[in-house]
């Protein structure tokens, strides 16, 4: 049987993190608190949950913002 998707809605993210502790790091900084989000790592893609649907803009800000933090 396979696991039940955590809660919330799905967003996959179009690049590839090889180091999850900075993308788990970001999401922390801008998405605090307990139950604001979840990862789930599905072979080479990313899936970050969040209670409320985010519009395009919004996940490509994450992206940018995990890359700058990749730059550091």
């Known amino acids: 049987m ?4 955590p ?4 967003h996959l993210l179009r690049k590839k993190y ?6 788990l790091k970001y999401l922390n ?7 604001c989000w ?3 790592v599905k072979d080479t893609r990313v ?5 409320d649907e985010l519009s ?3 996940v490509e800000r994450i ?8 730059n550091k």
Not at 47 to 51: A, I, L, N, R, S
Not at 63 to 70: A, D, L, N, R, S
């Open 47 to 51: 899936f970050v949950y969040f209670p």
């Open 63 to 70: 992206e940018h913002g995990v890359k700058v933090h990749y």
């Open 18 to 23: 090889s180091d999850p502790k900075k993308l």
């Open 2 to 5: 396979g696991q039940t998707p």
């Open 7 to 10: 809660p919330g809605y799905k």
């Open 29 to 35: 900084e801008v998405y605090p608190g307990p139950g």
């Open 38 to 40: 979840s990862v789930e």
């Open 56 to 58: 395009k803009e919004e």
